[in-house]
Structure formats: structure tokens, C-alpha cells
């Protein structure tokens, strides 16, 4: 693997360093959506599809609205996405136990099925680079990470990613 110019003060990037930043995440996500991609594939499904059964595998329960703001799509995405992964038996909506006018999702036994096997391509990637990093460039990534999300949304971000 060809190394990354690095600079001694991390303050200062040149604009060659950034570019190449980006360019990596482009090249990660590209590889790292593959193995799943390939999957849905087979169920005639795309990375929407991908995003709800992985957020809904997640946070079983959650409100339709709940989605809407993890995702950042309008209604109509949504529902369409939605509509067909209920009808095709992946997710099931019940009405909440506290307020009935709100809609649960939770997925199917197919749907977790669905979704142990498109993660289980992409934790064993994540799992590889880690293990090649090391503990502490783990650190480093999930800070950058961290500091890729928009900060008004980072602790909301934050507390449902640790949640579990």
C-alpha cells in the first residue's frame, strides 16, 4: 500500500493532503459497500434498503420518524424504500404501545437474517483493517470520524451509536 504523506503538526494539512483524505473515503466506501452491495443485489434491493433494515436491526421499535431523522430523507424516500421491505416480509410496523397514531418498525425473521448477512461482509473488512492499524490508529479513525459529523447532530449521533 502506497503511504499517505503525513505532516508532523496535524493542524496544518497541505490541500494535496485533504484531497488525498477524500480520496480514500471515495476508494474505502466503494470497497467497503461492495461485499453488500453484491448481496442486495440478489434481493433486488439497493443501499436505501441497505440503510433501514441496518438502523432498523439496530433500534428495533423505533418510530418511522426516528428513521427519517438518522437517514435525512424526505417522507416519500422513505416510504417507498419502506413500503416495499414490508411488503416483501423484511420489516413489520405495529402501531407503539404509548401512542398509537406512532409506527414501530421492527424487522422480520427474514429481515434479520437479511441483515446478519450483508453486516457480517462488512464487520469482517472493518475488523481486518483494524486489526492491520492497530489500537491506536482505531482511535484516530473513530475521532475523524466523529469529527465528520455535523456537529449539531454529533451527540445525538454519538449516544445512539453507544447505546448498545
Do not use: W
Not at 419502506?82 to 424487522?107: A, H, M, W
Not at 486489526?131 to 459529523?149: M, N, Q, W
Request: charged share 30%.
Amino acid at each position: 500500500m502506497t503511504d499517505v504523506k503525513s505532516v508532523n503538526n496535524p493542524l496544518f494539512l497541505r490541500e494535496e493532503e485533504l484531497r488525498q483524505a477524500i480520496e480514500l473515503l471515495f476508494f474505502a466506501y466503494r470497497d467497503f459497500t461492495a461485499g453488500a452491495d453484491n448481496i442486495l443485489e440478489d434481493y433486488n434491493f439497493g443501499r436505501a434498503h441497505h440503510r433501514v433494515i441496518h438502523f432498523v436491526g439496530r433500534n428495533e421499535g423505533m418510530t418511522v420518524s426516528e428513521l427519517l431523522d438518522i437517514l435525512r430523507i424526505t417522507k416519500q424516500s422513505l416510504n417507498r424504500v419502506l413500503s416495499n421491505l414490508i411488503k416483501r416480509g423484511f420489516v413489520e410496523q405495529r402501531q407503539g404501545e404509548e401512542d398509537r397514531r406512532q409506527r414501530c418498525l421492527y424487522l422480520t425473521e427474514e429481515g434479520r437474517l437479511l441483515e446478519q448477512k450483508v453486516s457480517r461482509a462488512q464487520r469482517e473488512l472493518v475488523a481486518n483493517a483494524f486489526r492491520e492499524a492497530g489500537g491506536e490508529a482505531v482511535a484516530g479513525y473513530r475521532k475523524v470520524l466523529t469529527g465528520l459529523i455535523d456537529e449539531t447532530h454529533r451527540d445525538t449521533a454519538l449516544n445512539r451509536i453507544l447505546k448498545t
